[in-house]
């Protein structure tokens, strides 16, 4: 099946400081890919969609200026926090699709805690 | 956007018992996805419906797409402890949009 990868899988970090997610399809090429945040004991929220070379579609009331995403190759999605503060402490998913956005492969997830 | 409300929302069930969960949306889904998520992990597809009226199974799991196609059921069949875990209904909007239920946390006591 197709796998995705999350680096790092766990970051913890200071405040004011800013923190990359890497999200990678491992053996398939993503035309589209998904970041999701998930606080505890919620469901998955849609943050943005990025297709590759071009610039990332966000959901309403996500700051594109703070959540950084980059998908430069079909094969490779990041998601930079910058500034991070301590309500940005959750739980970070990506996810890949090389098709309809029903066909989605999920990363297994970055949690990120500000101090 | 677009609200996908599951229920229960938490279940306690006994090990070898019946799970039967349901997911109720505002508006009208030509898709609906049924995913698992254990702790710390990323969610992973059970079962995918794309018709009204379907009825698809996976091993002990089947789910069905509502005839109204605002609602879809997910039932567990004779349950086991690694049945453990939370799911959540799915389903794509307009565009690339993609919507996630409120979830249901299942819990297996032996």
């Known amino acids: 099946g197709a796998v995705v990868s999350q680096h790092p899988s766990r970051v913890i970090c200071k405040s004011g400081t800013s923190v990359k997610i890497e999200c990678r399809s491992l053996?398939?090429?993503?035309?589209?890919m998904f970041w999701y945040r998930q606080f505890p004991k919620q469901s998955l929220m849609l943050m943005a969609t990025?297709?590759?070379?071009?610039?990332?579609?966000?959901e309403q009331g996500v700051e594109k200026d703070k959540f950084l995403i980059n998908h430069a190759s079909l094969t490779l999605s990041t998601l930079t926090v910058t500034s991070a503060h301590p309500e940005d402490s959750s739980f970070y998913i990506c996810?890949?699709?090389?098709?309809?956005?029903?066909?989605?492969?999920f990363g297994p997830g970055t949690r990120l805690t500000v101090l | 956007g677009q609200q996908l409300n599951q229920s229960p929302q938490s279940m306690f069930i006994q090990e070898g018992e019946d799970v039967s969960m349901n997911c109720t949306s505002s508006?009208?889904?030509?898709?609906w996805l049924w995913y698992k998520q254990d702790p710390g992990e990323g969610p992973v597809l059970l079962i995918a419906?794309?018709?009204?009226?379907e009825l698809t199974s996976n091993g002990r799991l089947t789910a069905q797409f509502g005839i109204t196609r605002k609602d879809s059921f997910l039932n567990i069949s004779a349950s086991i402890p690694s049945d453990v875990g939370i799911y959540f209904c799915?389903?794509?909007?307009?565009?690339?949009?993609?919507?996630f239920g409120t979830g249901t946390s299942l819990t297996v006591i032996p």
């Open positions: 990025s297709n590759e070379g071009s610039k990332a579609t966000y």
């Open positions: 419906l794309y018709k009204a009226g």
């Open positions: 053996d398939f090429q993503a035309t589209t």
């Open positions: 508006s009208i889904f030509n898709t």
């Open positions: 799915a389903g794509p909007g307009t565009g690339n949009q993609f919507y």
């Open positions: 996810s890949a699709s090389f098709g309809s956005p029903d066909t989605q492969y």
